[in-house]
């Protein structure tokens, strides 16, 4: 078993950090975080498949908003269907002390990770640039934001995406971890911002107008819903990365030891736990969105 393994490097040309022995990885910790991967792997997957068919089944759902709920699905659905698998089988192989083994799921892990994760935290963030640009444009917003705009936007972020996995791959020293973690740092700020800037946005709006409409009192009513949204969504991110952010940056700072590694390990639990709560969240606050998946799930089980 691993932990009775003494001072083993570990996978030296993938691990970017100082002190890769191998007992910096705790038993217990590798067998608690295969239990709770395991428990969230199938939910995760399921509901974001669901959410994925509702909007690319239901033309009234193929709007710019919709259509990033639905990207950020499918990053999601990543995560339950290959990352959570290739960490429980990574630990597993740790466990069993199958190093050779062990390696080769770190890289492809490794690869895989940085291809869905980097595009969903991009994606996160133009959501709440999208919900800005809603409040901030009304009526011009329908002309200024549209599909074709998402679409490049999404092929961006699939471009950096791949940009970032390459830098990955040709990093060496532990200063990547902070360039990373500085970046995730400064997009969770952008989302911040924007959410703050919506609402100050939306309260500028009800000074300025003196003869509300009803149409208008029922935009106003949209628009306050979202960004109750919004600030459930962001806060839920926040609890789920920023612990994952500051154990990189640690990690960056001091290298690896036995406390940090097994924050790692418990963070990046975390973080796979937002990919499982997204598709609710986006449920629960969505009625037109419900009502659709309520809709097909009741028209697959009766077929």
């Given at each position: 078993?691993?932990?009775?393994?003494?001072?083993?490097?570990?996978?030296?040309?993938?691990?970017?950090?100082?002190?890769?022995?191998?007992?910096?990885?705790?038993?217990?910790?590798?067998?608690?975080?295969?239990?709770?991967?395991?428990?969230?792997?199938?939910?995760?997957?399921?509901?974001?498949?669901?959410?994925?068919?509702?909007?690319?089944?239901?033309?009234?759902?193929?709007?710019?908003?919709?259509?990033?709920?639905?990207?950020?699905?499918?990053?999601?659905?990543?995560?339950?269907?290959?990352?959570?698998?290739?960490?429980?089988?990574?630990?597993?192989?740790?466990?069993?002390?199958?190093?050779?083994?062990?390696?080769?799921?770190?890289?492809?892990?490794?690869?895989?990770?940085?291809?869905?994760?980097?595009?969903?935290?991009?994606?996160?963030?133009?959501?709440?640039?999208?919900?800005?640009?809603?409040?901030?444009?009304?009526?011009?917003?329908?002309?200024?934001?549209?599909?074709?705009?998402?679409?490049?936007?999404?092929?961006?972020?699939?471009?950096?995406?791949?940009?970032?996995?390459?830098?990955?791959?040709?990093?060496?020293?532990?200063?990547?971890?902070?360039?990373?973690?500085?970046?995730?740092?400064?997009?969770?700020?952008?989302?911040?911002?924007?959410?703050?800037?919506?609402?100050?946005t939306l309260k500028t709006h009800h000074r300025q107008v003196h003869s509300i409409q009803e149409s208008m009192l029922v935009q106003s009513a949209q628009h306050k819903r979202t960004i109750k949204t919004l600030l459930i969504i962001v806060s839920c991110l926040f609890l789920c990365y920023i612990p994952?952010?500051?154990?990189?940056?640690?990690?960056?700072?001091?290298?690896?030891?036995?406390?940090?590694?097994?924050?790692?390990?418990?963070?990046?639990?975390?973080?796979?736990?937002?990919?499982?709560?997204?598709?609710?969240?986006?449920?629960?606050?969505?009625?037109?969105?419900?009502?659709?998946?309520?809709?097909?799930?009741?028209?697959?089980?009766?077929?």
């Open positions: 078993m691993m932990n009775s393994t003494t001072q083993q490097v570990l996978c030296p040309r993938l691990t970017i950090s100082h002190n890769k022995d191998a007992h910096n990885f705790d038993y217990s910790t590798n067998v608690l975080v295969c239990i709770i991967n395991g428990l969230l792997m199938l939910p995760t997957t399921l509901f974001n498949l669901v959410l994925i068919l509702c909007i690319l089944r239901n033309p009234s759902l193929r709007k710019p908003s919709y259509l990033l709920i639905c990207a950020l699905a499918f990053t999601d659905f990543g995560v339950g269907v290959l990352l959570q698998p290739l960490f429980i089988a990574r630990k597993v192989a740790l466990i069993l002390s199958r190093q050779d083994f062990y390696c080769s799921l770190l890289k492809s892990g490794n690869i895989l990770a940085h291809m869905i994760c980097s595009p969903s935290f991009f994606i996160v963030t133009m959501i709440s640039i999208d919900r800005y640009l809603a409040i901030r444009l009304r009526t011009r917003y329908n002309q200024v934001v549209t599909a074709k705009t998402v679409l490049k936007f999404l092929t961006g972020c699939m471009v950096s995406a791949l940009a970032v996995t390459l830098g990955r791959l040709q990093a060496t020293k532990p200063s990547y971890m902070g360039i990373a973690a500085v970046l995730m740092f400064v997009l969770l700020l952008v989302i911040m911002v924007s959410y703050f800037i919506s609402i100050k994952f952010v500051g154990v990189v940056i640690a990690i960056a700072i001091q290298g690896r030891n036995a406390m940090l590694m097994i924050a790692w390990e418990y963070t990046a639990t975390l973080l796979f736990l937002n990919s499982c709560l997204n598709p609710l969240l986006h449920l629960w606050r969505c009625k037109e969105l419900r009502q659709s998946c309520v809709s097909l799930v009741c028209k697959t089980w009766h077929n």
